[in-house]
């Protein structure tokens, strides 16, 4: 299957990732139309659980995070957060950031992945300025990875990047990502995820970080 759509979650927890029944959820996602892969996330802080997933269509991501997620957040009892992005408007400029989800491949599995979302309005994602900012993400420290992001309605601008370590992503998210977006004058929103912890859970979900 071609991956069309990518979806975020996170659920408002905090638990240590080996407390997470993701063998359960594993299984339950693996059946959802539509499903390609998922790469798990553990908050760096906060312990929150998420991930970032691929699916064949716009459709089945929206099913998902309309009917199969809001019911695993209920069981858990919090509140949740999910997005949908269009993974055919971000093709060229995620290949050309080296992202896993498109089949690239480095010596070193991540350390750590960062989530981002900017408050701009870009459609088509085309027109926004990804040309002049990917030479420039490109020098950031221990980046492997990013797969740029388009919100689905929204137009929001956004990417999932995976880091070398840990100090490097949070270098990333509090030092460099700030700088970006006041250039743009605009609010955003970022999350630092422990890669190590969510390994296992990954891999058997197919994520193209350990493929």
């Known amino acids: 299957m071609s991956q069309n759509a990518f ?25 959802q139309p539509g499903f390609i892969n998922k790469t798990w996330l553990s908050g760096v802080g ?26 695993e957040a209920k069981g858990f009892g919090v509140a ?39 408050q701009l309005h ?12 990917n030479p420039i993400l490109k020098q950031q420290p221990g980046l492997l990875s990013k797969t740029w992001l388009s919100g ?8 999932f990047y995976a880091f070398d370590t840990i100090e490097n992503a949070k270098r990333f998210a509090i030092d460099y990502f700030p700088t970006e977006t006041k250039a743009l004058n605009a609010a955003f929103y970022t999350r630092v995820f422990d890669a190590d912890a969510t390994k296992t859970a990954s891999i058997d979900m197919a994520s193209p970080f350990y493929a």
């Open 46 to 71: 906060n312990l929150s659980a998420g991930g970032i997933y691929a699916f064949d269509s716009v459709v089945n991501a929206q099913k998902f995070v309309t009917g199969y997620f809001p019911e």
């Open 7 to 31: 979806v975020y979650t996170e659920l408002q927890i905090s638990a240590p990732f080996d407390q997470v029944p993701w063998q359960r959820i594993n299984n339950a996602i693996k059946a």
């Open 122 to 133: 870009v459609l088509p994602f085309d027109n926004g300025p990804w040309r002049d900012f």
């Open 152 to 159: 689905l309605h929204t137009g929001t601008v956004g990417g």
């Open 80 to 118: 949740q957060t999910t997005r949908v992005f269009d993974a055919v408007a971000t093709r060229e400029a995620s290949l050309d950031m080296n992202s896993a989800h498109y089949g690239a491949k480095f010596d070193q599995i991540p350390g750590a992945f960062v989530y981002t979302e900017v």
